[in-house]
């Protein structure tokens, strides 16, 4: 057991960081993870990742089983711009979550189709937001046994080994809500981001679909240059309104 730890995060997968082949610690919730390995003005690096038990390790030298891909954060993350005075007026509470995993599903098909949900209106975390399927980690579980099983809770779709391809592509650090702005942070997360590529075309895997309505309210199969444009959107980035203009009807809508 970890000191210190509460038995709801001994019970959670958590991010651990080593610098310079230090022993790893656990992050704390209002901890940058991208401004641990690097300078405060930049905002992605590679690093190496990889599960240890009940641990998901970040570090800038390669360990055993890890893999190296890019951390990235959003210039805007709030972590990055919380101040002393603002981690201070943090719960205890959320002080003492740590920072969870996640893992994100990026689904294409053989038609160059990826996969995207719209968040149910009444969860509690990014309602109404358009992402991959995805969730948490549970204890002992595999990063791709995670995205498979949280695709299946979501979709309904259930992909066996041999049907599909799949890479780690990146680590995003998350922060809920998304903005200083919208107020102090609740939720802290590193999502690990896995491309499926499936040799079925879009059409052929919806007929498998039966999505979860408490956490899908819809679904839509993007081209990737539509994607990269969704994800301009939601970063805030420069020349939104004419991005947003490229973007299918049932994205611009919502």
Known sequence: MLKGATMENVRKVLVHLSKENSRPQR???QQSIVGHFCAACKDSLMVNCGLNQHQFLISDTAFAGSRQVLLQ???FCPIKHLSDAQAALLPAETRDRGVDVGV???LQSASQKVLLTRRAKDLSIFPNLWVPPGGH???GEQLLDAGLRELQEETGL???AGEFSWKMLALWESVYPPMLSRGLPKRHHVVVYLLLLSPENHQQLQMRFKPDEAEVSAYTWLEPQVL???AATEDGARHTMKVAGDLPQVIRNH
């Open 73 to 75: 954060r959003p210039p």
């Open 158 to 160: 259930c992909l066996q």
């Open 104 to 106: 994100a599903v990026l």
């Open 228 to 230: 990269a444009s969704v």
């Open 137 to 139: 980690i549970e204890p």
């Open 27 to 29: 992050a704390n919730f």
